[in-house]
């Protein structure tokens, strides 16, 4: 029995010290693990176990437990892996429920992350045919053989004087993906939004199967209702909020009228909570480093980033995790679990879904909203801030208010390059490795809009986003426009491994702020390394 105890000690010693490794690997490591244990018993002690007989008994036990454990710890680390919990009750006046990440539909086919009510006017769906001139949007990620609107109805949870549910049908599904030969789809659900019961609210959302009437709240997510988005805007109405925010000229402000009567003064800069918010990409594994992040958001902030999104996936880094908690506490960055159930066959560990829940998480909070990767930064080539890159921009525009969004081209720095000489002395730098300093050599080449270019948009004008591109079709005002931001006003700097491609050019733009990036970046880094 003492030998059983020994073998089942090292196999949960193993199970503990590799977690450092891929899942993968892990499993191919713990099968190597049972069989090198077994074989070294069995020739020790295969003598003495025939002998008394015990062989068969303590063999099917120890089989048994083993069982049971590889069992338990692959469907955690595989199918339903554990999420981490980022409690969020009140930011910025939006109400956030406990948010626990993807919630399984159906087990290795569908699965829900996100709930908006949007009253929004959109084409995807006529609200004058909704219940209450708004609707419920779900983001989603289900297997493509999946029929949504014949297979599912909308279930809605309220609390009240006792729980109320209700069951709606599905008015419109919308592919986000650009890549429809992908297993999964990753979809916007549009459901229709009933008038709300007296004295009852809504809170979370799911998607059940029309065959089975038992309603589960254990599988719904909380609904984020965008009409009180913003602690500024719920003091208006909802017809004052739509037209300040959608149909006025940003740049107006008003005062009283010839007559007297009295106008707001107010710019629509002042109801936002911030003018620049920067989401990215899943973060997930070990791929990014803390000096990474760090130098990612304070480069980002010299140009005017007020705010940070972040998606997080349980592999995470502990220290990174740290290192985004500390920068929470200042009020800088937002954190989000964000742990795919299953991907195999969903895009880029579900970049899709985060891009278009940070859209509208963030939504009537921020004025503009940028999607970028931790490797990439819009750099104004004229101008040292991104409010002053627009105010350029929108001086050559006929009607600047028409813009909905803004496209930057891509340009490589290959971190394979040199790194640039006056950088290289430096210390800080180096320690840092500040790569917007060190790597000043580019590719002569500049992507086309669309290849691999990243936008900044206003989110509320937007109904669905795309990685490179807001689609012309996906704005909310049919007059709005897409900006093709000329390589002259500003380029996506991106620093990354890249294969040679033709002769580089030097690109010292970035060395002009040198002074305030070392001293950003080490504050960063001091502010993460008191959180480890």
């Excluded at 790569?435 to 500049?446: F, M, P, Q, V």
């Excluded at 591109?469 to 931001?485: A, G, S």
Aim: charged residues 25%; positive net charge; hydrophobic residues 35%.
């Amino acid at each position: 029995m003492v030998n059983s105890c020994k073998v089942l000690c090292s196999f949960l010693i193993l199970l503990i010290c590799e977690n450092e490794r891929s899942p993968e690997q892990r499993l191919n490591q713990m099968k190597r693990e049972m069989k090198r244990i077994f074989l070294r018993k069995q020739q020790s002690q295969k003598a003495s176990c025939l002998a008394n007989g015990y062989l068969p008994i303590k063999a099917l036990v120890i089989v048994l437990l083993v069982t049971s454990i590889i069992t338990i710890y692959v469907n955690k680390k595989f199918v339903y892996r554990t999420p981490i919990h980022f409690s969020r009750t009140t930011e910025s006046g939006v109400e956030v429920c406990n948010f626990s990440d993807f919630q399984v539909i159906e087990p290795g086919s569908a699965f829900l992350y996100s709930a908006y009510i949007d009253d929004r006017h959109a084409r995807d769906v006529s609200l004058a045919n909704t219940s209450t001139g708004a609707v419920v949007r779900l983001l989603v990620y289900y297997l493509r053989t999946i029929d949504a609107t014949s297979r599912w109805n909308c279930r809605l949870f309220y609390n009240g004087q006792t729980d109320h549910i209700v069951d709606t049908p599905i008015l419109a599904v919308t592919d986000l993906d650009e890549a429809s030969t992908r297993r999964f789809l990753v979809a916007m659900v549009v459901c229709d939004f009933p008038k709300t019961p007296p004295h009852y609210v809504l809170r979370s959302a799911s998607l059940a199967n029309r065959n089975h009437s038992v309603p589960f709240r254990e599988n719904s997510v909380c609904v984020v209702d965008l009409r009180n988005s913003s602690s500024s805007l719920s003091k208006s109405t909802n017809q004052d909020r739509f037209h300040g925010i959608l149909y006025k000229d940003s740049s107006r402000t008003e005062t009283n009228d010839a007559k007297g009567n009295h106008k707001d003064n107010r710019s629509t800069q002042d109801i936002y909570d911030v003018s620049f918010t920067v989401c990215t990409s899943p973060i997930h594994g070990k791929y990014y480093k803390i000096e990474d992040i760090v130098n990612f958001i304070e480069v980002n902030r010299f140009f005017g980033a007020e705010k940070f999104v972040f998606y997080v996936d349980n592999n995470t880094n502990p220290k990174l995790i740290n290192c985004f908690e500390a920068y929470r506490k200042k009020g800088i960055v937002e954190l989000y679990s964000f742990t795919p159930t299953v991907c195999d066959g969903l895009h880029y560990h579900g970049q899709i879904v985060s891009i278009s829940d940070c859209a509208y998480r963030t939504m009537y909070r921020t004025r503009y909203l940028i999607n970028q990767d931790p490797d990439e930064v819009i750099v104004p080539l004229k101008t040292d801030s991104w409010t002053s890159m627009l105010k350029a921009i929108h001086s050559r525009v006929r009607n600047p208010d028409l813009i909905a969004s803004y496209s930057f081209r891509n340009q490589f720095f290959p971190l394979k390059a040199p790194d640039d000489i006056a950088s290289l002395n430096n210390t800080l730098i180096r320690r840092y490795n500040i790569k917007a300093l060190l790597k000043t050599s580019k590719e002569n080449y500049i992507h086309p809009h669309v290849t691999r270019s990243k936008v900044m948009a206003r989110p509320e004008r937007i109904l669905m986003w795309h990685v490179h591109l807001i689609h012309p079709k996906n704005v909310i005002r049919r007059n709005d426009t897409v900006h093709f931001t000329s390589p002259v006003d500003a380029l996506l700097f991106h620093y990354r491994s890249v294969p040679k491609n033709g002769k580089l050019l030097t690109e010292r733009r970035m060395l002009k702020f040198t002074d305030s990036l070392i001293d950003r970046v080490q504050t960063g880094m001091n502010l993460c390394s008191g959180a480890n």
